[in-house]
């Protein structure tokens, strides 16, 4: 299961250090507004999917909370179904589906879990709620 803070399930986007960092930054800017995640991945966690209005805890590679997101769309589809327009929303630099693609596809690989064409992917998005400092983890982190 993923970590909970506050009673709110931890959104870590990438995996530990510069990626996260620098993803966690894009949040908190809001430029990024979408992440995709692996189908599979749920079901490894024993994880639910988001749904929209569910508030999430951003966090940093020690699992501190750094910001509240609010989902506000959940879909899943194939990986050649990804549209250009949830590729740009997840504000990365892609300059192309074809980039956003490659690029998603050597990191899936590089952490063990390889796509296809046909791999569900999970599409969701969010927006802002809150931003803190790293480290928070009381107070209301329903506003």
Do not use: Q
Request: with cysteine; glycine share 14%.
């Amino acid at each position: 299961m993923w970590p909970r803070i506050g009673g709110l399930r931890a959104l870590a986007l990438g995996t530990p250090g510069e990626l996260r960092a620098r993803l966690n930054t894009l949040v908190l800017a809001g430029v990024k507004t979408a992440t995709a995640g692996l189908l599979t991945e749920y079901a490894e966690e024993r994880e639910e999917l988001e749904h929209v209005g569910e508030r999430l805890a951003l966090v940093d590679d020690h699992d501190r909370l750094v910001g509240v997101v609010e989902v506000t769309g959940i879909e899943i589809v194939g990986f050649a179904d990804v549209g250009w327009e949830f590729a740009r929303a997840e504000g990365e630099g892609d300059r192309s589906i074809g980039e956003w693609r490659e690029g998603h596809a050597a990191y899936w690989a590089r952490i063990g879990t390889p796509v296809a064409d046909d791999t569900a992917v999970v599409c969701l998005r969010f927006r802002l709620v809150s931003a803190g400092d790293g480290g928070i983890t009381t107070g209301d982190l329903g506003t």
